[in-house]
């Protein structure tokens, strides 16, 4: 049977949250056997992502994670100063573990809601038995991020130029990994200590993979099937700002 997409989404409130989910949830509908968890950077679940999860008719579960305030980027802060989306995976993944214990297949992939996604790279995500990686287009000031491979497909090494000493110097959307291992590491979290750029490295490892034991896919990492887009920060006024900084509590 078609092993079950456990696709985790953290979202935040901005101007185009609901355009980015609203196209997101379009690419996904077309997916079979994907569960979309989205996890909400708020206090409570909001009404407007309920209504996009419900119009999408995908299983999903729908939660709510909100980062701590001492981590929380104010409006105006360049994006990379603090790590985003931390608390929102480890919802999720807590989550995983109460609810599939025992479920024995099935795999997780942590998929930003902003990034593109072509309909391929779902069943690629399906082959993975233990961490599949694959190239990932537009990221560390590069076209292409991708792991370097040997004739015989084993990965020799990666061609990252931002940070190309850590563990993994791939993105978020280049990875997914197998359920069962997730179900068997439940110490495997992200975290706000790590240094920047190192989350992916750091939960890769907390997973026991390392680069002989993770699988490259999307032929042989030759074929690009997601692309970390970012939707360009809105121009907003200062009432605007005002409002949003009102509503999130953040500033
Ligand atoms: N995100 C979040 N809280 C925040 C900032 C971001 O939950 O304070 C979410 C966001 O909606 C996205 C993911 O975390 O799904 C990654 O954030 P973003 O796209 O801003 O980061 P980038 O792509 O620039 O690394
Ligand atoms: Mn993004």
């Not at 996890?39 to 729908?62: C, F, G, M, W, Y």
């Not at 931002?162 to 069962?180: E, G, H, L, Q």
């Not at 002989?212 to 009432?239: D, F, I, Q």
Request: aromatic letters at 10%; charged letters at 20%; hydrophobic letters at 40%.
């Amino acid at each position: 049977s078609t092993p079950f997409i456990y696709f985790i989404t953290p979202t935040h409130f901005r101007a185009a949250q609901k355009a980015d989910l609203t196209r997101l949830s379009y690419t996904l509908s077309h997916v079979p056997n994907l569960h979309w968890i989205v996890v909400e950077d708020s206090d409570s679940l909001t009404s407007s992502v309920a209504e996009i999860l419900k119009r999408s008719r995908l299983p999903h579960t729908h939660l709510n994670a909100r980062t701590p305030s001492d981590q929380k980027m104010k409006y105006t802060d360049p994006n990379w100063t603090l790590p985003r989306g931390v608390e929102q995976r480890n919802a999720a993944l807590l989550w995983i573990q109460n609810q599939l214990s025992g479920v024995g297949s099935g795999v997780v992939y942590f998929g930003d809601d902003d990034n593109t996604y072509d309909l391929r790279i779902f069943e690629e995500m399906r082959k993975v038995d233990n961490a599949g990686v694959w190239p990932v287009g537009i990221v560390g000031g590069m076209f292409v991020e991708t792991p370097v491979l040997a004739d015989n497909g084993s990965i020799i090494s990666f061609n990252s130029i931002w940070k190309p000493d850590r563990p993994f110097p791939i993105d978020m959307a280049a990875f997914a990994v197998n359920v069962t291992l997730i179900l068997s590491h439940p110490n495997a979290l992200f975290s706000f200590d790590v240094p920047r750029g190192y989350q992916e490295s750091t939960f890769l490892e907390n997973l026991g993979i390392n680069r002989l034991n993770m699988e490259p896919l999307a032929e042989k990492c030759t074929k690009v099937y997601v692309w970390h887009t970012r939707t360009e920060k809105s121009k907003l006024s200062k009432g605007m700002v005002e409002k949003l900084t009102k509503k999130t509590g953040f500033n």
